[in-house]
């Protein structure tokens, strides 16, 4: 059987040490993550999908680290259409969908959510704050949701939490002159 690889979206708005140490954590358990951005359906978006994508890039290529991939070409605003998007492209079968525990009670009502639990793992990554209830497991598996939770500890920061204090300290170092030379997040969200 071939070993699982991880596939990492995130809104990054923008990427926070946060996601520099679920991409290094991820980077011991999978052979292979690839890490892309994409816009949710559900959050308003602060700078757009190009500024952003081109600091997650930034802060995976300053990673420098063979296991860890930025494919911007696999992104969608729907997992369905990420997910085999990257099958296709890295030509697997076996895939963990890495997602924050923030988010896991939200999968129920995702687009396509019966043909996604059909295509994937789901690797939950907890969150401070927001805790995997009893309610929710026992939802999993009624769904017959396959899942792990993860172990993975990170830095209790977010991206909105940046966004409201501009605490550079929150930002990998390779993403704080990017950040600060265009202005980026200086401007309220409209």
């Not at 358990?29 to 978006?45: A, L």
Request: net charge positive; aromatic share 12%; proline share 4%.
């Amino acid at each position: 059987m071939e070993k699982s690889i991880a596939l990492f979206g995130t809104s990054a708005d923008p990427p926070t040490i946060g996601h520099k140490k679920i991409l290094e954590e991820l980077s011991k358990i999978f052979p292979c993550t690839i890490s892309y951005v994409s816009n949710n359906p559900n959050k308003k978006h602060r700078e757009n999908i190009s500024i952003r994508s081109l600091l997650l890039k930034t802060l995976i290529d300053d990673l420098d680290n063979s296991r860890i991939l930025f494919n911007q070409r696999v992104s969608s605003q729907w997992a369905l259409e990420s997910i085999k998007s990257c099958k296709n492209i890295y030509e697997i079968n076996n895939l963990d969908f890495v997602i924050g525990s923030d988010l896991i009670k939200d999968i129920f009502c995702w687009k396509n959510f019966d043909k996604i639990i059909n295509e994937v793992s789901f690797f939950i990554i907890k969150r401070k704050g927001y805790p995997v209830e009893s309610s929710t497991l026992k939802k999993l598996k009624t769904y017959k949701v396959r899942f792990k939770i993860s172990t993975i500890k990170i830095p209790e920061i977010s991206s909105s939490k940046f966004r409201s204090n501009f605490n550079y300290a929150n930002l990998p170092t390779s993403l704080i002159d990017i950040v600060k030379k265009n202005n980026f997040y200086m401007y309220p969200l409209n």
